[in-house]
């Protein structure tokens, strides 16, 4: 059965200040992205974003407002992006512009807003990267096991498929660099594809070989697979657009502009931008091999370490440029094993917690957390929902992606494509260091396992003392003892220690403040998590789930906030009980055996509806 993302949709637009509010929204894997006109507005929220039912956390950095969701953040984007008139900022055409005006562009430090440029650009890359790079990789272990020939048909046709989006992918980047930098996409596809067209390729018989052009030399380079030249062409071109607009006549723009965009771009991006581009990218996966040959050591115990601190501050898709340019420069990569270590490290602290914890939710939440981790290599649920949660799997995890990541390193692992670590994406790691890399994701694994379980966590629900944090009636009324109610699910506590109220007015009021989890489609009970860990549901009536919800006006919905005494809604209980109901309403702990000490109530104690002593 599909789930309604519509509440959680809405309460996330609300309360980071309204579709009027919102620049645009484009996801990643696991997180909304907002550029948002007035930040404040959202800060002043982010508490109660946090506390809706499947927010996992909320991160500031590059200049956005990033929601963590976890696996089902596309299905929340799409209902948002039904539900509301909002940009996103990866647009759907040609015509369609990333919505970030020139201050908000210059916001932030420049290593953030670098980094920022270099996600925007390779988020919309990153799915056929790595499906093309997994095909890659499972050829080459069909053809080392000889269970398929590198010259049967089969194996080209499906090499042709592994291959394509590493051979065109100056291409892919000229199309996501051009909606990034806001020019016309397939004019920028023209300016890099020349690069790739046959008749310059056939000039190329090796990288620096030099040819004339109207008499002055250029110097030609090999561009299939390059990152850097086509994302420093297209954002050169970028400011020539904005140039040339200002003299071509509107009447003649849409034939002048590109002939002279290519006229300019093309021979510039030969004699100059691609081989500063080539050379620059050759130079910084040296530079990554010298300081991974030095002490691999210490880069795998920095990387393994430190990666999900990049995760959890949103800028570590920055880093793919370099893995791709040093899988397309050398055939192969050292960086990726390294992050594995902190990918297994994240999913071993999830099997720790599952072990350790004695809450049923917290236990589901590792159980599902731990599968998209382990087979897909998405871990922030488990750092949001987990590790950040209870901080002390946070540290195991970067103990152990360290220890594991130093190891890899030390021993110089190596990936072969670009993928994201997990178990289905072992044949990417195959090769001479495979059993390395094997050796290296188990320690991460389970040496982050038994740290989280020998550290334990800050779970511990504590029982609420202060008088006012004291649970409340839910509704103006006489408070009896639970066991007088007449229902034995109630009358027996088979659903937890709790009280009744026998109501005399309609008013229904939050007996707790926390975040409400569930309103049932009948009305007739509410679920809400309360922030001193009680989970409480308040039971309106006996049998009247048979109403169908007639009768009752509840206002509040599943992901809203509420504090002790707000109204929630209204029951008509005098037509309720002419219709031969029973309006007792139950207040019920349904989490009692999770909590230090037993929950008792004394129902001379149960302040009044509202709160009121």
């Known amino acids: ?147 398929m020939s590198a010259e049967s048909s089969t194996y080209k046709i499906l090499s042709a498929t592994g291959n394509s989006v590493f051979y065109f992918l100056p291409l892919f980047l000229a199309l996501s660099a051009a909606r990034v930098f806001k020019a016309n996409q397939f004019v920028a596809l023209a300016i890099v594809a020349a690069l790739l067209e046959p008749n310059f390729t056939a000039l190329v018989t090796a990288n620096g070989v030099t040819v004339d052009f109207l008499g002055l030399p250029a110097i030609l380079m090999g561009y299939s697979g390059t990152v850097i030249p086509a994302i420093i062409s297209i954002f050169v071109y970028s400011k020539l657009e904005k140039i040339l607009k200002r003299f071509i006549p509107k009447s003649l723009e849409i034939f002048l502009l590109p002939m002279v965009a290519l006229l300019i771009m093309v021979p510039l991006t030969v004699m100059v931008i691609g081989p500063v581009g080539v050379y620059l990218g050759d130079g910084l996966g040296s530079l990554i091999n010298i300081i991974s040959e030095r002490s691999g050591l210490l880069a795998g115990l920095v990387i393994g370490g430190g990666w999900t601190l990049l995760v959890m501050i949103g800028i570590h898709w920055g880093v793919v440029p370099i893995m791709v340019n040093n899988l397309a420069t050398y ?50 649920p488990i750092v949001y929902g987990l590790s950040v949660k209870y901080k002390k799997p946070l540290i195991a995890q970067i103990i152990a992606g360290a220890i594991a990541g130093a190891f890899m390193g030390a021993m110089k692992t190596k990936a072969i494509v670009y993928v994201f670590p997990a178990l289905t994406t072992l044949p990417a790691f195959f090769g001479e260091t495979f059993p390395i890399y094997c050796i290296g994701i188990a320690m991460a694994f389970f040496l982050s396992a038994i740290l989280t379980y020998i550290l334990g966590l800050d779970e511990k629900i504590e029982e609420v003392k202060k008088e006012d944090e004291k649970l409340s009636s839910p509704v103006d009324g006489e408070v009896i003892q639970i ?89 008509d209980f005098k037509a309720l009980q002419a219709a031969g109901y029973d309006a007792t309403t139950m207040v019920v702990v349904t989490n009692g055996n999770e909590l230090s000490e037993p929950v008792k109530f004394d129902i001379k104690e149960i302040h009044l509806a509202g709160g009121a002593v």
């Open 1 to 147: 059965m599909s789930r309604n993302y519509n509440d959680l949709a809405d309460s996330i637009v609300t309360l980071v200040g309204g579709e009027q509010n919102i620049n645009s929204l484009y996801h990643c894997i696991t997180r909304l992205r907002f550029k948002l006109k007035d930040i404040s507005i959202a800060q002043q929220n982010t508490s109660k974003i946090k506390e809706l039912a499947g927010v996992l956390s909320v991160v500031e950095a590059n200049n956005q407002y990033q929601v963590v969701i976890g696996n089902e953040v596309e299905n929340v984007f799409n209902t948002i992006m039904a539900r509301y008139n909002i940009k996103s900022a990866l647009g759907s055409d040609n015509n369609d512009e990333i919505t970030t005006n020139s201050e908000e562009e210059k916001e932030g430090n420049i290593f953030l807003r670098f980094f920022n440029t270099l996600s925007s650009i390779f988020n919309p890359i990153i799915m056929p990267l790595a499906g093309a790079g997994m095909i890659k990789a499972l050829l080459v272990v069909l053809t080392t096991y000889n269970f």
């Open 331 to 380: 055939g192969y990569d050292i960086i990726r094993p390294m992050v594995a270590a902190a990918t297994f490290a994240s999913a071993g602290a999830a099997l720790g917690v599952f072990f350790r914890t004695k809450n049923k939710e917290t236990k589901s939440l590792a159980l599902s957390s731990l599968v998209p981790a382990l087979l897909g290599g998405i871990t922030e």
């Open 483 to 571: 066991e007088s109610v007449k229902d034995p699910v109630f009358s027996t506590k088979a659903m937890g220690e709790g009280f009744a109220v026998i109501p005399k007015s309609n008013q229904i009021y939050a007996p707790i403040s926390g975040v409400v989890e569930t309103v049932f489609p009948t009305q007739h009970a509410i679920g809400i998590k309360g922030d001193n860990g009680l989970e409480v549901l308040v039971h309106i009536g006996i049998n009247t789930v048979e109403l169908n919800g007639k009768y009752f006006d509840i206002s509040c919905v599943a992901g809203s906030r509420v504090t002790k005494g707000m109204i929630i809604g209204e029951v």
